[in-house]
């Protein structure tokens, strides 16, 4: 550890996004890890949990209060609805967070509705900046608290924010959504069981049920109305955004596959190639492309692949986004906007893709 | 072999689709099976193409005339293009086909439209229906020549049949396909080899671009427009579909999911539900049912699962269909025709599913 | 209902093996299911555990005495432990046994050292008949309590009986085990979570300590020393099991890579082959091939595919064996039972593989 | 480009060993990439191969000869038979060579034997060292021409040198090998197509046949009789080792579960253990633990993790490995053995695991 590196903890250590936290932060250049967290795994090596970690690290899950005292930056990989509470604990004690969870990602009142509870710290709301890095780069630089985005949203989001942006969504925009298994997290479920998983692909949280839709709607309507600069959680204008989920029998990966009627009749495939170019150029994670992309292309990367198609028979527009759930859907992101919030260069401890 | 059972042979009988034919009619009590040819394995064991048929049958491979001479019915599951050609001889020969390949669903025009060269035997199209059993079942059973349709659009169609039967199709219609590897087939190519589809997904031909698609588009224009009764290739009135397939890392299995803007506004998610099942009532392999369906719950049969969702937030209508791309969307759906050709009872030799 | 068909019951219908069970009892043309009991399911519907069955069957779970009752052979498909008593008030309500669970398995003395704890009923060891089909089928003919194989002994004791019946067997025998999932049961458990097992192969249960290993021994030993007739616990003489499974990433599937030094040295592959041939000549279910075998040959099967080689440079025999774990290995080694305890045609409602 | 780097090219690009040391010479902080080869893609960017590469670098493929011109060092991912006079090119041309063919691993009789064909250069033979880091070092240091070892000999390799080293092995040693399917390459083949792989486990070139059993033999005799610094292909003794590969569905990872009857009866599986953590204690890509270890844990890594235990029945001793093929097993083997060539800290470049 040099003196001038930041301390970083980690609340929810043991599980899927924590492993990934872990895989940067260990090998982040400017940032010594000083403390992970974990309920389960309190008190017992990271490789308990890990066993890719085993001779990597001697370090022990801590408790979250000596976490959060020793940290100057704060990820909390913890489920929604509890997390609120500490991330309020760890910004009264004067540090900066990124959280992982869903709890500062919508409005108070959308909280309620989407999460079938009250709000628990409705006060904090305001502080929070929501961490699609891409698009909110100048907030998340001085936040105090960066919510991270959902990972199936941050897929969507990044697909279609250049159409919105050119005024080109519609009020209407389908997202078809193949998740991988991973993204349901680590406890053990009948629905997760390896036998009930594998040779299956099946919907789930469909017509307008998953959590992740208003935070599109807010995050394309933002894009739309008020470009990049602007964090407010209610923008003007909100497409509606119908969301189809399907787990298919992958551990990482999501590919979002949209479909728009666009607003303007006349646009064409390559004009659309180069506004979603142009919108993406100087965003490092970002590649947009000809071809059609595939989730390999960013499995265990934090780099997000994007083409966009018009159907002329249909008039439909078609754009792809693949991002790996658990790097730019999740941890990769929030090392991302670590980087933002520290003035690093943006992309330290960022991964590339391994294939096959 | 009694002496009242049918002989049946099949072409192309080292593909995926042959095996799948092979399982049920080897057990088909009213059918004897008098050849199956294989250019590839002309002369070799069945069990040098199928390792689990060792020890279950002795016969080899034999040439096409001889498959042909020897039947009464055949089976061709051999590649589009060349098919046309062993059917008209088969025909020449008085025999009943059922034809796996594309060569005889669509129009003339549409063959050499989507299939790139104008269509071999435009004389025999008026000569085929197409063998969406629970649509044509009257004109299939007095039928010389079955066009079996395609493993996606059966999905497909049966997804959306009972909205186009009740006027509730758009003009656009959007399909999102998961399809398992096994449907393109056993040829060895980079993009089918194991290292590069497991742990991927990935969109194909999008856009407009999908041989399925005019499939898909007659089927409902007839059923909106003529209901189940007539077979002629271009309805007054079809749909657009927009067609978007993906790649999943799976063996078997078809998830279609679709979203349709309703032309009535105010019908709801039980009427829809109603709807769909009165549709199917008496269909001995659909079943439209409550919950999401999955593939699993369809691997290795010949059923198809259905479910049908009103999201009250955006409008769209889902409807979700599952299916065994080689068993209802191929060999299943092929022995259901020759069962109904023949005056059987429907479900004889068909598969039920197994689990996990 | 047939007025002649026997009444079958199932205790533990929610399980991998009942969902077996199940698929092959509501096919059988000479049983009927009177009744299945799940504690977890109790008063739903079969569907409700059962994706597959949706629309295939009507009954509901029903509970285990009522299932006892209803019954005159009864499988128990619930855990060890505590099935023994399940079995005690089914055989004293006058009913005929087939325990799929490994209560019924070994000697009082065995199964205190294996499974931790007291034999629960030790006065019915003596009525129970080890029920591997081929090795043991005349003392299962007139069973009233058959003791189901475990999947990998089965597995291992087919790979190696016939050289343990040719004197070819050493004191010491290497069993190496490549298991799939489903063979750890339903429960949800980290180490059976999708994201956990796919893409993850590793030993478990090695060095003497998987419970499967004394089935192994017995069966060899009795195979050495008294042939196919006798069921004794204790034979005179049992070879030493080295027993080394692995968990691969696969559903479905057993492979029995076995490896022997023979006490003779001469013995070339092909008079070991011949000597297999044999020894399954009369086996219906029973393949020995000369190609090496793989699982999908055996997928969804109740068959088992065996060869044996002779490596020249170490002298060593090597026996492969597969068979499906919830076919040959669970379910379908009851129902053959279950038809040779009836005297009904062996194979009937057995099944074949699917391929892929 | 900084003046001091070392220029390094790949020969065989386009194949999955290449794909890995690309992954860790674009990021090698003292090498840098002066060309790649690829005959199949010569004169196409790296992404047209390798789609992850998309946007990450804008090289394309060269040919043989520039490649070679170029470097200071060159790796060769080519097939065996053809590597060698690509090989001696280099050599003759001055460069360094770190080969991963099997081409320089043999003595010429075995190369002969074993792979069907006289050794093409067997002038250069006593120029290469067997490049199993851990064991040949010293050597590797000066080497101009390294024969990085093949995938399954390193793990049996590393699972067992400790053992022969300490005079515990016997004559005869058995080693079974489960290898996911990218270990067999990227060229189309149907025993590796996706539908034929999947749910599948399988022996192939058992009984003697697989070409890395002379690896083995050789290092462990080395490692036997002349300890870590002698590279001679012939040590004066050699195990025989009994080889038993299975092909399961999975991508990357090998474990090799290996069974050896010990010299010595009274060694315990402690002093085997720390006979183990004392071979390996200076070496930082091995851990020796006390878990059986999983491939899970070094998917994408250079790490290999090993455990030893003892059989108290029957007296043998298991002892398993786990690698990335692709990793330990190929490019990141050969990445340290550029290390440890050019004197640089030797886990430059090199990786660790992702989970899940």
Redesign the interface.
């Known amino acids: 550890m040099q003196p001038q590196q930041v301390r970083v903890g980690i609340l929810g250590g043991s599980g899927?996004g924590g492993?990934?936290l872990l895989?940067r932060l260990l090998?982040h250049p400017l940032v010594t890890l000083s403390g992970v967290a974990s309920r389960q795994y309190l008190g017992r090596p990271l490789a308990a949990a890990?066993?890719?970690l085993?001779?990597?690290t001697e370090a022990t899950f801590a408790d979250e209060a000596e976490v959060i005292g020793g940290c100057e930056v704060l990820f909390t990989a913890t489920p929604h609805g509890s997390t609120a509470l500490l991330v309020r604990q760890a910004l009264d004690a004067g540090k900066r967070v990124i959280d992982l969870s869903a709890d500062f990602r919508l409005s108070a009142e959308d909280y309620a509705r989407w999460y079938g509870q009250p709000h628990p710290c409705p006060e904090l709301l305001s502080t929070a900046v929501y961490g699609l890095t891409e698009l909110h780069r100048d907030e998340i630089r001085m936040a105090r608290l960066v919510a991270n985005p959902g990972c199936n949203a941050t897929a969507a989001n990044l697909a279609l924010a250049p159409l919105a942006a050119h005024g080109l969504l519609g009020e209407?925009v389908?997202v078809?959504i193949?998740a991988a298994?991973?993204g349901a997290g680590?406890s053990?479920?009948?629905g997760?069981?390896?036998?009930?998983?594998?040779?299956?692909?099946?919907?789930?949280k469909?017509?307008?049920t998953h959590r992740h839709?208003p935070e599109v709607e807010d995050t394309l309507g933002r894009a739309a109305t008020m470009g990049r600069r602007l964090k407010t959680h209610a923008p003007a204008w909100r497409p509606?955004?119908?969301f189809?989920p399907?787990l298919?029998?992958?551990?990482?990966?999501i590919?979002a596959?949209c479909?728009i009627?666009p607003t303007q009749d006349g646009v064409t495939e390559s004009e659309l190639l180069a506004l979603y170019g142009a919108y993406y150029r100087a965003e490092p994670l970002i590649?947009v492309?000809d071809?059609?992309?595939?989730?390999?292309?960013?499995?265990?990367?934090d780099?997000c692949?994007i083409t966009v198609?018009?159907?002329?028979?249909?008039g439909?527009i078609?754009s792809?986004a693949?991002i790996d759930n658990l790097g730019k859907g999740a941890a990769g992101q929030a090392v991302h906007n670590l980087n933002v919030m520290l003035g690093f260069s943006e992309t330290l401890a960022l991964l590339?893709?391994?294939?096959?």
Chains 1, 2, 3, 4 share one sequence.
């Open positions: 899927y492993a990934e895989r090998q890990w066993p890719h085993a001779g990597v209407q389908l078809s193949a298994a991973s680590r053990p479920e009948l997760l069981h390896y036998s009930e998983v594998n040779e299956n692909v099946r919907p789930y469909v017509a307008g839709i509606t955004i119908t189809t399907h298919i029998p992958m551990t990482r990966g590919l596959s479909a009627y590649l492309q071809e059609l992309p595939q989730t390999k292309a960013v499995f265990g990367s780099r692949l198609r018009r159907d002329l028979r249909s439909w078609h792809f693949v590339g893709a391994l294939w096959p």
